[in-house]
């Protein structure tokens, strides 16, 4: 099992299920609720998050290993890692965020991970649940009423205050 320095909890599913969705509901809701969040999401694909033109993409591309861009709002660290021949652990990732401010660290993705994790599943979908062959899926999130056997919980899709109820006593139980 992964560990954190602060309670950690994910949420899995295949592409379109809905999950990305339900984090930016949740994330809103736990924020009223006043908890520090920290977000990691897994990219299956290269991605930028400066542009050609930009002063930090043109930096970096000219052969910067790291670029930090800061403002009095916020900064970011850009990483390059060419060598490296396979995606980052979650556990690697975990330790580049700064846990001494957080209450919960949500996941998006690295499903095959060891982690706790809730599983975003829509009954129309042509794939197989995943909390059949992944004990660290502690709850289901679909659309109601679901056939489960054993003790997963099942949480409605479409109430996301119940989904929080649900995440905060997570956080509740799981504090260091």
């Known amino acids: ?5 602060c309670p950690l909890l994910g949420f899995v599913g295949y592409s379109g299920s809905g999950k ?5 509901q949740l994330i809103a809701l736990l924020r009223e609720r006043g908890y520090q969040l920290g977000v990691i999401k897994h990219a299956h694909h290269q991605f930028d998050i400066d542009h050609p033109g930009k002063d930090s993409y043109e930096l970096r591309h000219a052969g910067a290993g790291q670029m930090l861009v800061a403002s009095q709002n916020r900064w970011a660290l850009i990483t390059e890692t060419p060598q490296q021949e396979h995606d980052p652990q979650l556990g690697e990732l975990i330790a580049k965020l700064d846990c ?5 660290i949500l996941v998006e993705g690295f499903k095959h991970e060891t982690y706790p994790k809730l599983e975003v599943y829509r009954e129309v979908a042509s794939h197989s649940p995943l909390y059949v062959d992944d004990p660290h899926i502690i709850a289901l999130v679909t659309e109601l009423p679901a056939d489960i056997d054993g003790d997963l919980s099942v949480l409605d899709i479409n109430n996301p205050p119940a989904i929080a109820d649900f ?6 139980q799981n504090r260091g």
Do not use: N, R
């Open 1 to 5: 099992m992964i560990e954190a320095p």
């Open 20 to 24: 990305t969705t339900l984090l930016t």
């Open 100 to 104: 001494s401010e957080l209450d919960l």
């Open 167 to 172: 995440v905060e006593a997570f956080i509740q």
